[in-house]
């Protein structure tokens, strides 16, 4: 069974630049996840899509970060206009449903200079 | 809030030996736990999880976790260490919202040497 796909693998931009990730999970799985983990803490969660509903993004910022799940599936997670405080690993996970375990991708590292 | 405390930045271990990495919980009504590894350049994966029952869980890899109510604790052990068991490790608790999402902890550095 093929894991959770994202790319780019490493992005490096510069300041008030934008990006944008992609994340393809699981097949199957209904609940995709975006996190974020700045070096030398744990992960911490922009936003939860349930299908291509939003079900949390509290912590998302939301003047700079987007991202959509359109058709269910893949996702994108967008920063316009980027700061050097967006510098860290943006991991994408996915479950079968809400409480399920989930399952990480490889992440993408993004450097704003 | 539900929340987790990781209280060790790393811990080293001799190879063969068992190691213990350590978790607190601190959570309103009943904890559902996670362990996850990462090593260099890649995502977490997922060891182990706690949802009820038997308080000794064992996962990947020859893992295992213990989870004491009274002590609000699921530390994760293995009886003897590899040197490839070298990693960062994440204690994480669901949260019990609409989302059912995961609040890691900062993680722990676990060096296993020869």
């Known amino acids: 069974e093929a894991g959770v796909a994202q790319s780019p693998r490493y992005k490096i931009i510069e300041k008030r630049q934008s990006v944008a990730f992609w994340c393809n999970p699981i097949s199957g799985h209904a609940t995709l996840y975006w996190y974020q983990q700045i070096l030398g803490q744990g992960p911490k969660l922009l936003i939860q899509?349930?299908?291509?509903?939003?079900?949390?993004d509290s912590q998302l910022p939301k003047d700079r970060f987007s991202a959509e799940r359109l058709k269910g599936v893949d996702s994108t997670l967008k920063i316009q206009p980027a700061k050097l405080e967006d510098s860290a690993v943006y991991l994408c996970?996915?479950?079968?449903?809400?409480?399920?375990?989930?399952?990480f991708g490889p992440g993408t590292r993004l450097l704003v200079l | 809030a539900q929340s987790v405390a990781q209280p060790e930045d790393q811990v080293n271990v001799a190879e063969g030996n068992p190691l213990t990495v350590k978790c607190t919980y601190s959570?309103?009504?009943?904890?559902?736990l996670f362990w996850y590894v990462q090593y260099p350049n890649r995502g977490l994966q997922f060891l182990l999880k706690y949802i009820t029952g038997d308080n000794l869980v064992k996962g990947s890899y020859g893992f295992e976790a213990e989870f004491n109510k009274s002590q609000t604790s699921f530390h994760l052990k293995k009886p003897s260490a590899l040197v490839s068991d070298s990693a960062l490790y994440f204690c994480?608790?669901?949260?019990?919202?609409?989302?059912?999402?995961?609040?890691f902890g900062k993680g722990t550095s676990l060096l296993v040497t020869p």
């Open positions: 994480a608790v669901r949260v019990p919202n609409s989302g059912y999402a995961l609040n």
């Open positions: 899509f349930q299908n291509n509903g939003v079900v949390d």
């Open positions: 996970a996915s479950s079968l449903g809400a409480g399920e375990t989930q399952y």
């Open positions: 959570v309103s009504g009943n904890p559902y």
